[in-house]
T-cell receptor, first 113, second 113 residues
């Protein structure tokens, strides 16, 4: 069974640009969560989608958005990039809601210059 | 609000010795506690988890204990090996957290031969 796949693995963008990251969950998993990981702030929750609906959102500005498709694949978008958005963006998939195991992808390393 | 504290931030052990990482949580609604191992350049890997109706769980050299009254849980690694060197994260979530995990800051474990 394939794991969580995130693309691309690495991205370099310029301040002010926008970026879209993609996440394909484990087959059969319907919940996808996104996290931002930085050395200073650690792992911070961005948002979670289940069956194409955003059920939970973290404390990030509106520049961060996401969506989920009918095949459970998810994308997140960051508009008007800032230097502070440089981070490892991780997505995790799980089979259902609540307290079930969540499996992470390898992440997308975003560098904003 | 929700908070997970993790100690120590770094842990250096001799190969064959045991390693213990401790976490405390503040949200009394938390009922699921996973532990993740993250190696350089990779996403977090789920290594063991425990639910609030269980006090202890073991999987080969890894064990986790949970004290709900004190709101703390610990990871125990016995007979450490060099391949155990990584950053370990504890996390907590509740039934209605909709994919959101509150992560500890991480513990850098170094196992020296």
């Amino acid at each position: 069974k394939a794991g969580v796949t995130q693309t691309p693995r690495y991205l370099i963008k310029t301040r002010g640009q926008q970026v879209t990251l993609s996440c394909s969950p484990i087959s059969g998993h319907r919940s996808v969560s996104w996290y931002q990981q930085t050395p200073g702030q650690g792992l911070q929750f961005l948002f979670e989608y289940f069956s194409e609906t955003q059920r939970n959102k973290g404390n990030f500005p509106g520049r961060f958005s996401g969506r989920q498709f009918s095949n459970s694949r998810s994308e997140m978008n960051v508009s008007t990039l800032e230097l502070g958005d440089s981070a490892l963006y991780l997505c995790a998939s799980s089979s259902a809601q609540g307290q079930t195991e969540a499996f992470f992808g390898q992440g997308t390393r975003l560098t904003v210059v | 609000g929700e908070n997970v504290e993790q100690h120590p931030s770094t842990l250096s052990v001799q190969e064959g010795d045991s390693a213990v990482i401790k976490c405390t949580y503040s949200d009394s609604a938390s009922n699921y506690f996973p532990w993740y191992k993250q190696e350089l350049g990779k996403g977090p890997q789920l290594i063991i988890d425990i639910r609030s109706n269980v006090g202890e769980k073991k999987d080969q050299r890894i064990a986790v204990t949970l004290n709900k009254t004190a709101k703390h849980f610990s990871l125990h690694i016995t007979e450490t090996q060099p391949e155990d060197s990584a950053v370990y994260f504890c996390a907590a979530s509740s039934t209605d957290s909709w994919g959101k995990f509150q992560f500890g800051a991480g513990t850098q474990v170094v196992v020296t031969p």
